[in-house]
């Protein structure tokens, strides 16, 4: 499990072999099952989670139930609750898993110390937090702004290895669509 987080941090940062074995020595490695919940609403997240295998997904439920997915986390992709983690406050959020993952966890503590001893491992998670701004300002453009079509077709293209795999409505609940628009949204798309 953890070559394929070894591979991602190559491929994306030059570490030595000490730093690797370094930020090995504070990881956890998890097998989940579909359906487990490694977070719910009204805990405090202590942890951050690379996806070696599998999805993830983040939400909240309204008073009624109904559930809004916020983001899917497939392979080679963080996740965590950041405003529960760095202020110690009740998440709002729930995460699970869409079908049996396996993951690394990392405590926010261990983190800190990694980031003393590491210096390049901080400046590349604060790009990944740029980018994650980045991707969460377009994602709310895209829910005030694009057409049902539009919101379709950018999921296929941002998730392609995730459609497949993710029920339906599981899809309509992250787009913000019932599950009958994007039924008919697919159809029309699978006639062009």
């Not at 359906?35 to 942890?47: H, S, T």
Request: proline share 4%.
């Amino acid at each position: 499990m953890y070559a394929e987080f070894e591979t991602y941090l190559r491929d994306n940062m030059q570490l030595s072999d000490d730093e690797l074995r370094l930020i090995h020595s504070f990881a956890v490695e998890k097998k989940v099952r579909r359906k487990q919940v490694l977070l719910q609403e009204g805990e405090i997240c202590r942890f951050k989670i690379f996806v070696c295998k599998g999805i993830l997904r983040t939400y909240r439920t309204r008073e009624d139930g109904t559930e809004h997915i916020v983001q899917f986390s497939p392979e080679n992709l963080w996740v965590t609750e950041p405003e529960s983690l760095h202020n110690h406050t009740p998440s709002r959020y729930y995460i699970d898993a869409v079908e049996d993952s396996e993951l690394i966890f990392w405590t926010k503590s261990d983190f800190d110390t990694l980031f003393v001893q590491i210096p390049r491992l901080k400046y590349f998670t604060e790009r990944l937090i740029s980018r994650n701004v980045t991707l969460g300002r377009d994602r709310i453009f895209s829910a005030i702004s694009a057409t049902p079509e539009e919101k379709y077709d950018e999921f296929v293209q941002t998730y392609p290895s995730v459609f497949a795999r993710v029920p339906l409505h599981m899809i309509a609940s992250y787009l913000g669509l019932s599950l009958k628009t994007l039924s008919r949204v697919r159809h029309a798309q699978l006639k062009r």
